[in-house]
């Protein structure tokens, strides 16, 4: 999977990753990681173009 930029709001601070699912949820799509700073999400929207090239 490709690296994407994900914003840690606890920590305020912004990573990259490549360790992440897709998931759809009421019709839109996120990408979720794990924050590197604790054992907590992190969210990020996706269009739905975005979330069709990430789940190859």
């Known amino acids: 999977m490709p690296e994407i930029e994900f914003y840690d709001v606890k920590s305020k ?3 990259k990753t490549s360790e992440f699912s ?3 949820k009421d019709g839109r799509f996120f990408a979720i990681a794990k924050a590197k700073s604790g054992p ?7 269009s739905k173009d ?3 090239k990430l789940k190859k």
């Not at 907590?40 to 996706?46: A, G, M, N, Y």
């Open 13 to 15: 601070s912004k990573f």
């Open 22 to 24: 897709v998931k759809e």
């Open 40 to 46: 907590h999400e992190c969210w990020r929207v996706l």
């Open 50 to 52: 975005q979330a069709a």
